[in-house]
Nanobody, 121 residues
Framework: QVQLVESGGGLVQAGGSLRLSCAAS????????MGWFRQAPGKEREFVAG????????LYADSVKGRFTISRDRAKNTVYLQMNILKPEDTAVYYC??????????????WGQGTQVTVSS
């Protein structure tokens, strides 16, 4: 069984920054890519960023390119999402996921419980 636990969410003003963390435990993650998704009220869950666990290849949604950076620390089994120049439209519950590097939700098999990010204008 795989466990993913997100942290780092909170309330921030527009233009500010937050760093989300996702700690992974359980089965080995050497073959998994990690991704971040988000879901705003009344909207579908959407892809934000992804990274291969070993190769360091990354993928970003157009809406966050140049503002968000995904990274991983393999020694700590942790993935990070550095979010800069935050906008009110970034407000959502952010979820960490493990699976295949993809923008598609169904390609990720394991999910965390989510962490709330609220950006005030």
């Amino acid at each position: 069984q795989v466990q993913l636990v997100e942290s780092g969410g909170g309330l921030v003003q527009a233009g500010g920054s937050l760093r989300l963390s996702c700690a992974a435990s359980g089965r080995t993650f050497s073959s998994y890519a990690m991704g971040w998704f988000r879901q705003a009220p009344g909207k579908e869950r959407e892809f934000v960023a992804g990274i291969t666990w070993g190769g360091g290849n990354t993928l970003y949604a157009d809406s966050v390119k140049g503002r968000f950076t995904i990274s991983r620390d393999r020694a700590k089994n942790t993935v990070y999402l550095q979010m800069n120049i935050l906008k009110p439209e970034d407000t959502a519950v952010y979820y960490c996921a493990a699976g295949i590097l993809s923008m598609v939700r169904r390609d990720y098999n394991y999910w965390g419980q989510g962490t709330q990010v609220t950006v005030s204008s």
